[in-house]
């Protein structure tokens, strides 16, 4: 059975990594498997202390390593089970066999990934590498902006994988380091109010370990002729169109939570600032804040500058984003990772993607790599870049922002 | 043809009170026990038994030039015609158990002849055991038993001919039941279909493809979800010693390690058979396959194997042990223990399985190659529990020449002089080394004695 003590007051101040363990308290999930990573740690050690005292019911397996964390957790699901665990950058790429295939099989898992800059340089700092490495695998990538975020996203995580429209695994994003240790105030929704959110799980009518139901999970499929290929399409396919679902399902979902418990966080983008807004910055995860700053002073000095910030990273909110940027005439996308294939950031190439009707000129920026702060004096500079843009209107270099701090 | 009835001896029952001889005695018309023709023999701190065992090919009438005896194709029994024997004794050189030996007092051989037991019932010596150690049965009874389990596999599975793989699948579910979710990675027994092909299954319970590397992750979570729930069931892999002793490794010893109730079962055929007979740690010393090839610097594996069931019992499992297809009462009883122990444990059954593609034998030879790898001490049967500790099933007195188990395989056959004094050093230093682990031999515990009842 799972209890979840009722804390009085509601408000609690903990960090990020404790805001996550909160919502798992709340989401009631049966089944936990851990394996520390730096800066996930702590997140798995709330979560351990939590079910020692009793205040989470749920089953916890300590594994002996990341690729046993998820499959542990397939296998539980597969049997029914309502499941959470967390990881990032090496533990990420450790897992990444299991991680792979749970997409396919279909399995609405969260998964916390505490982002991490990636190997190497050797680095345990935070960065968005170990995530975007994982972005075309087929999991729905949320990232969180602040530490209420953080809690209000996981839970709601849930019902967005486990609607039927859905069913596949989310991964809830937030920045190690700058959201995983910063500490702040943090309101607890209440117990029932969660459970009544969330309602019954429901998360192997599909696909199922179960004697009762007897099936084989996971079968050949494909091959060169017969009836195997065409499965494998139309499988595919129907994959492709569950993320597709989900772009709806994530607006409903964040739509009701703010119905219930009075917090509306923007499900797929944010716009900020951005009526008559003639330049834009594009973010993802906790630069947001630094940036939303950088825009008030810049239109204190009378720069209309707004900001996009992608919240739903995967599927891409494309037409959302598009929408928004309509209006501008620049556009400033900031990266903490990079694409080594196109010598800029990811989420630019998809901002260009999602622009391609337009012809608004767009530049990449890096910035946050490893650890390093994004000030708003860095976003200052990437206003600045980004009105020379729309005045000349011709290609400019990516803008490498901590490189010479 | 149905299968003969025979008199079986457990000489762990044994208590050598000699009742059975004396009933033989009496009924024969024989001077005392002296002339039974059943004779229990002590034997170190067991006994033996001497007498005709009917046998399929049997070397008395082989040898016998008056065709004095012959075997009845309908009872099994050998019989003995006084008409015809002409004393010559050559029946009693023959036979290699003492089944048939000349009677001072008869003034001629004799030999068990069942008793005639279509009328008796059970021959007068077993009917006079009160130790249950000499028992009236068929002789496939152990096939028959199993068989009226109800089989989980669908038919037609894809082996290789020969295989006997399918053997230990399909008899290991049966005894398993229904109750279970079967994991199978990647190798030969989803190869052959076991978890079906574009949307169909191969079994009639849960089944499913775990990456070839987390096999014991998967079934911890499925198998803790059901406990918690408080739902009955058993958690089993079906594994291949590849997915067992090399990348699937790491999730095996966690699991191991953490005391998850699983019922794991590696079929061991000493390589990556499905994918075309490559190495894998399992690979004996000086073994062909097709990632150590034969040539002109390299004759094979050039290291020993991974003794996989030795690390197993290091972790402490509740249960281990190893198993042969060669010895199939063994291996039921095996798995019987595992079954048990998996419901409190991790139980571990480690299952020697010749493959006849890769190991280069005639499809026929498989029994044959199996029962040759335990009477060579190649391959040595033996259980552990923690509290028993390891356990020698079948101790050999005088293994048999380490070459007739080599010889049957095509995998050996480049090997040198070198190399097979190699094989049987590192061999003669497992043997020691197990038979150290094992400690003296000692009569069978009262608890294998209650699990073997």
């Known amino acids: 059975m799972n209890a979840v003590l009722q804390p009085k007051p509601n408000y609690i101040v903990c960090d990020g990594n404790e805001a996550a363990a909160w919502a798992v308290s709340l989401a009631q999930v049966d089944m936990v498997a851990v394996y520390p990573i730096t800066p996930q740690s702590s997140l798995v050690e709330y979560l351990a202390k939590f079910i020692a005292d009793g205040r989470l019911g749920a089953e916890i397996v300590d594994v002996e390593g990341e690729h046993s964390v998820l499959s542990v957790l397939q296998g539980a699901t597969l049997a029914g089970a309502r499941t959470y665990t967390a990881s990032c950058g ?227 909110p494309a037409k959302k984003l598009a929408e928004i940027l309509a209006p501008v005439k620049a556009v400033a996308v900031v990266d903490r990772s990079v694409s080594f294939g196109w010598n800029c950031g990811p989420l630019y190439q998809d901002t260009l993607a999602a622009l391609q009707a337009s012809n608004i000129p767009a530049m990449s920026c890096i910035g946050g790599l490893a650890g390093a702060d994004i000030t708003i004096t860095h976003f200052a500079r990437v206003i600045e870049a980004c009105a020379e843009l729309a005045e000349k209107r011709s290609p400019v270099d990516t803008l490498w922002l901590n490189e010479h701090d | 043809m149905s299968a003969y009835a025979t008199i079986a001896f457990k000489p762990d029952r044994c208590n050598g009170c000699n009742e059975c001889m004396s009933a033989c005695a009496a009924v024969k018309g024989s001077a005392g026990q002296i002339d039974s023709r059943i004779q229990i023999v002590a034997a170190n701190d067991s006994f033996e038994l001497a007498m005709c065992r009917q046998c399929g090919d049997p070397k008395c009438v082989a040898v016998c030039p008056a065709a004095a005896l012959a075997k009845n194709e309908g009872s099994g029994v050998i019989s003995w015609d006084g008409g015809k024997c002409v004393n010559c004794l050559l029946c009693t050189v023959g036979c290699a158990y003492g089944g048939i030996v000349h009677n001072a007092a008869a003034g001629h051989v004799v030999k068990c002849d069942m008793c005639d037991a279509a009328v008796a019932g059970a021959p007068a010596c077993v009917k006079a055991c009160d130790q249950g150690a000499l028992q009236f049965i068929t002789s496939a009874r152990i096939y028959n038993e199993v068989g009226d389990l ?263 056959r480049h090997l040198s002089a070198e190399q097979i004094v190699h094989i049987e050093a590192s061999l003669a230093k497992n043997v020691a080394f197990i038979e150290k682990l094992a400690g003296p031999r000692k009569p069978a515990t009262a608890q294998q004695a209650a699990v073997r009842a």
């Open chain 1, 90 to 316: 090496p533990g990420l790429a450790f897992m990444f066999e299991p991680y792979m295939r749970t997409p396919g099989m279909r399995l609405p898992m969260v998964m916390t990934i505490v982002t991490r800059d990636t190997l190497t340089p050797q680095s345990v700092w935070g960065g968005h590498q170990d995530a975007m490495s994982v972005r075309e695998v087929g999991w729905i990538q949320i990232y969180c902006e602040n530490l209420q975020e953080i809690l209000d996203t996981t839970i709601m995580a849930y019902r967005i994988a486990e609607h039927h429209d859905v069913m596949l695994p989310v991964n809830v994003c937030h920045d190690g380091n700058y959201l995983s240790f910063a500490t702040g105030r943090v309101e607890l929704p209440d117990a029932a109010e969660v459970a009544a959110f969330l309602g019954q799980r429901d998360v192997n009518w599909h696909v199922a370990l179960d004697p009762d139901r007897p099936m084989a999970v996971d079968p050949l499929t494909g091959g060169a002729g017969g009836p195997g290929p065409a499965l494998f399409v139309r499988y595919r396919k129907g994959q492709c169109q569950g993320m597709q679902n989900s772009l709806a399902v994530i607006e409903e979902v964040h739509a009701d939570w703010a119905r219930r418990f009075g917090r509306h966080h923007a499900p797929l983008v944010e716009a900020y600032r951005m009526d008559d807004a003639e330049l834009a910055l594009v973010t993802l995860g906790s630069m947001t804040g630094a940036a939303k700053d950088a825009v008030d002073e810049a239109r204190a000095r009378g720069q209309k500058v707004g900001l996009a910030k992608v919240k739903t990273y995967r599927p891409f």
């Open chain 2, 150 to 412: 109800e089989d989980l596999f669908v038919p037609g599975l894809s082996g290789c001919q020969g295989c006997n793989t399918e053997l230990i699948m399909r008899h290991a579910l049966r005894r398993v039941g229904p109750e279970t979710v079967l994991a199978t990675p990647p190798g030969c027994i989803p190869g052959m279909g076991a978890v079906g092909y574009n949307g169909l299954t191969g079994t009639k319970v849960p089944v499913f493809h775990p990456l070839l590397t987390n096999t014991a992750s998967m079934l911890t979570g499925i198998k803790r979800h059901y406990k918690r729930q408080g739902r009955e069931m058993t958690a089993m892999a079906l594994a291949g010693d590849g997915g067992t002793s090399d990348v699937g490794f790491q999730s095996l010893s966690g699991a191991a390690e953490r005391g998850e109730e699983i019922l794991f079962i590696c079929v061991d055929n000493e390589g990556y058979m499905n994918t075309g007979m490559q190495r894998s740690s399992c690979t004996p010393y000086g073994a062909w396959t097709s990632t150590t090839p034969v040539g002109e610097r390299g004759q094979g594996k050039s290291q020993d194997a991974k003794n996989m069931p030795v690390l197993m019992m290091m972790h402490n499992c509740a249960y281990v042990a190893t198993a042969s297809t060669g010895f199939m009462e063994d291996l039921y009883a095996k798995l019987d223990h595992a079954i048990a122990a998996s419901k409190h444990g991790f139980a571990y059954l480690h299952i020697y399985s010749p493959c006849t593609t890769g190991w280069r034998f005639p499809s026929q030879d498989n029994i044959e190659v199996a029962r040759k790898a335990v009477e060579t001490n190649f391959v040595m049967l033996w259980e552990f529990t923690p509290e028993a500790g390891l356990t020698l099933s079948r101790p050999l007195d005088q293994a048999r020449p380490l070459t007739e188990y080599l010889k049957a395989q095509g995998k050996y």
